[in-house]
């Protein structure tokens, strides 16, 4: 499975970056995921989202490269910035 292989060779730093995109903050809640995290895998092409409030990724899989579908994943985690509150 193309998910599971590219998060178990994900760094670290990756996966912390995985887990921002994902709930807004790179420490685990306290006691635990009430819900376990869910990637709803799509074809298409366009850079991964998330729902924070639900921990939901909606990752658009190419499926005539894996390389590229690894790629806008991790481009959409780097990228994401979460709300930023305005001064």
């Known amino acids: 499975d ?13 996966l912390d970056q995985l887990l ?13 995921f009430d819900k376990p995290l ?3 895998v799509s074809p298409g092409t366009n850079l991964a989202s ?17 390389d590229k579908s690894i790629k806008f994943l991790k481009t959409a985690m ?3 910035s979460g709300f930023v509150e305005n001064e």
Not at 20 to 32: E, K, T
């Open 2 to 14: 193309l998910l599971i292989s590219s998060i178990r060779s994900f760094t670290r730093k990756e």
């Open 20 to 32: 921002w995109f994902v709930r807004g903050s790179s420490n685990l809640p306290l006691g635990g």
């Open 38 to 40: 869910k990637f709803l």
């Open 50 to 66: 998330a729902q924070t409030c639900f921990s939901i990724v909606n990752w658009q899989v190419n499926v005539k490269s894996a």
């Open 78 to 80: 780097n990228f994401s």
